[in-house]
């Protein structure tokens, strides 16, 4: 068994609402284990994005506890979160983020920025990152001059550019055509075999395939939770909500 | 990291080039209004003050006449009540440097084909020394020549440059009302005096033969006006009250009667006229620092706009990582630096103008280097200042709510 990445106890979020306070996320219990790849489905407003919110420490949940690798997150001021958020963790955003008046290497590099590292230590990492995604010719255009399956790239390159060892990602694919969202897929996929933790929130299946591991959000609930080969397409089995205990290996 | 910073901001307001010019546009106007006054304060200042300094120290001059408690002068119609007796005893008391008698009016001067009108004095010869002139050339005259009235004249430099020309004024004769006066010496130079006179539009003769030969006046051995210099400035009031009992004795004027003479401290009235000018010169910086408020005001105004428009920006820099700090220093950073850049064209366009007014209308100015150091701590203050609420309000953003903004 390995350690666990993410712990959440009991996290709920309540959102204030002019109908009062609405119970988007209700006592969700979740372990995941550093290097697993998993993938988040459920109808939209079944809050998946709150989750991620909650897990990449955007937001703070109204009840329960998250623990980020073995850390309890609740404990920590504004600045040990915006560095967990630079460090830990690399986020990606169904709508890529980008700064549109910034190079994507610049892009690329901002994180490394508010990580103190100096100028060419900043340029070094990013081009690799941009190699890594396949994009390092593109270093000094601008994120308009490029496709949405480009920039989504460039935005897997800025959140791993900080050496992260887990990637979550709210609908990376969304706003993508099916064929550049396999390519995303197989990007990701690429870095699951590295050894980093993906969470990828998705609502289409033959995406959710990619992951070997699937949970089902239903009105702020977790109400399924299995497992698959890395082919995708056998279930291995449904867990009772109680016994969420990964790692199947 | 500075670096990457500076390079943001720099990026920041180049992507809003014309509001970011808009807005420099305030600082320049204060910072350019500020120099400009600066410059003018301080020459203005700096004139009165060198117009002092070539005036003489320490002095008053008695003038002959009383004043009457309705305000209205009487005697000078008929003689003048003071006379060179009365000097003769003044520069017997304690603490006196020097007194001449003088008699002065403004007459044409003819040398050859050429006239000129000036300040024409008639005084004794300590009158150089308490009015602090020099002799540039030539030599000044002696008591044997205000005893002898002969007929010598010592010129200033307008008076030399005017009448004389390219001419070596020493030796020559020039006419004053029909006279021949012989130029003994040449005048140093003083410049303006501080209500504005040239100073060196003056000759000075002997008081006798100015009497006897150029103002006419009957009353030989009376004269309107006596120049008396204390040794030092703390004597001054002594050697005043001094002279005044003195004045009064000789004058034969019982307890109760007012004064036949009026003396009048012309380093007082310097003195004024300086803390006159200090005051306009500060008033001026003082109403041209309010359009440097209003400057500020418009930086803080821009900065408010661009974080609301760049929450979202903020909220992807939050996301990656950055911290409250982070933002705030953002921020910050591009409020100084536009305020810095408006203030650095306002100080190029304020010097440039104020050479321009030196330039054409002749008008002292002053440019001091402090000038410089005031707009650099200026924009860094106003910009910090007015920068701060807008970056504090875009580090204190929540993630998510950034994050969400549309
Ligand atoms: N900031 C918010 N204020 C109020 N309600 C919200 C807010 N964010 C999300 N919600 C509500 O919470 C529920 C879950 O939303 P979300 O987590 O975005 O769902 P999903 O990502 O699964 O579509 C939805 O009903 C949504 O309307
Ligand atoms: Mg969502």
Redesign the interface.
Known sequence: MSEAVIRVVGLGKSYATAAGLFPALRGVDLTIQAGEYIAIMGPSGSGKSTFM?LL?C??TPSVGDYFLAGERVAEMD??AL??L???TLG?V?QGF?L?P??TLQDNVA??L????KD?DS?RAAARRMLDKVGLAAYAESLPSRISGGQQQRVAIA??LV?QPRLILADEPTGNLDSHTSEEIMRLFGELNAEGITIVLVTHEPDIAAHARRQVRFLDGRLVSDQFTDACGDAAVGTLPESSLEGGAR | ?W???LGEAW??MG?NRLRSILTMLGMVIGVGAVVIMLAIGQGAQYAVQQSISTMGANLFILLSGSFTTAGVRSGSSGAPTLNVGDAEAISELEGVANVAPTHQGTRQLVYGAQNWSATVVGTTPPYLEARAWTIASGAAFGDSDVRSATRVALIGKTVAENLFADDDPVGKTMRIQQNPFTVVGVLGSKGQSFDGRDQDDTVIIPLSTAQRKVFGTPFLGSVRMIMVQAASADEMATVEKNVEALLRQRHRLREGMPNDFFSRNLSAVAESEAETTRTMSILLGAIASISLIVGGIGIMNIMLVSVTERT??IG???????????ILTQFLLEAVMISFAGCLIGLLIGLAVALGINFFTGMVVVISGSAALIAFVVAATVGIFFGWYPARKAARLD??EA?RYQ
């Open positions: 919110n990449g955007l937001d504004k600045d915006a560095q958020r630079n460090r986020f955003f983020n700064l008046r910034m901002l994180p920025v508010y990580a103190g100028k900043r800025r959140a900080n | 990291m670096k990457a910073m990026l920041a992507a979202r920006e992807i820099r939050m996301a990656i990582g950055a911290r409250q700090k982070d993630p998510i994050l």
